[in-house]
């Protein structure tokens, strides 16, 4: 099977864990057997000639959660993620829901929350020959009629927490550095890449990690909003009592989803209990012979507003468009929208995104853009796509001849619009220049807004879930990144 992983963690060339194909190497505590069981057994023949038998060898099991997603071992990864984080999980929960209501035990039912990411929409879109709008209405009925979703939600929301907390980071670390502080670690590299994180925290540890932004990613920052906010204040259930479901472009979001991090110890549950790619949507059409230009339409589901009066949260709708975008490329848009919010925080300069002019440097996925107010150059961000161009970077920060301030790094090349479990081209198994390009038009063709701007964001920095609030702030916007050391 070929993988789905991105570049960078299939990458086997480098010194690492373990080879492709090899077994897992991570150190997995094994129970001692009892040694009246495991004791070198002697077998005697006729002839009265001994012969040694070693013990049976003991099978060491490793979950997802283990995963050090070392990039060797992509094949023994993949068995285990395709295995714990599928459609198959996902009905076999749907499967138990009905059993539990037919024996009356509704405290065990989970209820299902699916998240959609806006490049898997996209793809799907591009796929189906659907306009966005349109195929958002058909992914919500789909989920909710075949899949009993109570809510189905748009990842762009939770980009905007971390777009803006990304701006927020940024001021504050470039206001320290340019006092002196050695703690304020410029450039600053993004996040929200699990691809590009598992490398920097195995390959460059200690080393890189000040560097890297600890902004949560959109998919994680959904998880806290669904497993807190909306548990919380919703439903008022524990988190454990939510199957929550997320839709991505790549297979490296499995791995997130599976850090500690992202794992509530008290209620033992996950922020994202199962990450689903485009491909894997796709797979389960296909199986299922679903067209999904005529499923029925659903509802887009805004999690902010549930708890208010059904007539605000009607009129609020009409004025909110179903689905938007926001400005620069289709991983996100942390590089434009952290400089426009930056020029003004920090030198007052009204910079629009249109002025945002690249500089291709060595090929398409490495480019720069500086701010320059009156001749002298103030901000230099950079864009880093794919495993050459971030080795280039990281080599760059070691040297101390990086001229950055902020850098916008993922691991697939041309970003996440072309991640590894988007849907390829029919004939050729593989995602053509034209059908990567069908998939961007699709993702702009919606109206940009501005973060900053969204009443509903500011509602919830108001709510009980952030309130303005550091440490709710921290727990639920940020995380944090740990070396992992080599054996
Ligand atoms: S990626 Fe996970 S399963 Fe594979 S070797 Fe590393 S720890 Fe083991
Ligand atoms: S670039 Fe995007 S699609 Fe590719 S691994 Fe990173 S997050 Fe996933």
Known sequence: MSSKFSGIIQINDLDDFIGPGQECVKPVKLEKRPTKKTGVIELADESGSVEKQKPPVQKAKISLDDCLACSGCVTSAETVLINQQSADELIKVIENNKKFIQDDKFCHVKKIVVSISPQSRASLAARYNLDLNTCTKKLCGFFKNCFSAEFVFDTTFSREFSLIESEREFVERFRKNEQGSSDAKLPILTSSCPGWICYAEKTHGSFILPFISAVKSPQQ????????????????????????????????????????????????????DCVLSTIEIENLFQKENIDLGSMQDGILDLPFTLNKDQTSVKQELEKQELVYNHQGGGSGGYLEHVLVTSAKSLFDFDLKPEQIVYKQLRNSDFKEVNLEINGEVKLRFAIAYGFRNIQNIVQKIKKKNCPYHYIEIMACPSGCLNGGGQIRDEQTNSLSKDLLQKVEITYNSVKDQIPDENRFVKNLYDSVWLGNDEEKLKKNLYTSYHEIEKN
């Open 221 to 272: 920052i959904m998880g806290s909003l669904v497993k807190d906010y909306l548990c919380k204040n919703v439903f008022d259930i524990t988190p454990d009592k939510i199957y929550h479901v997320t839709i991505m472009p790549c297979f490296d979001k499995k791995l997130e989803s599976s850090r500690k991090d992202f794992f509530n110890e008290f209620h033992q549950s996950k922020d994202v």
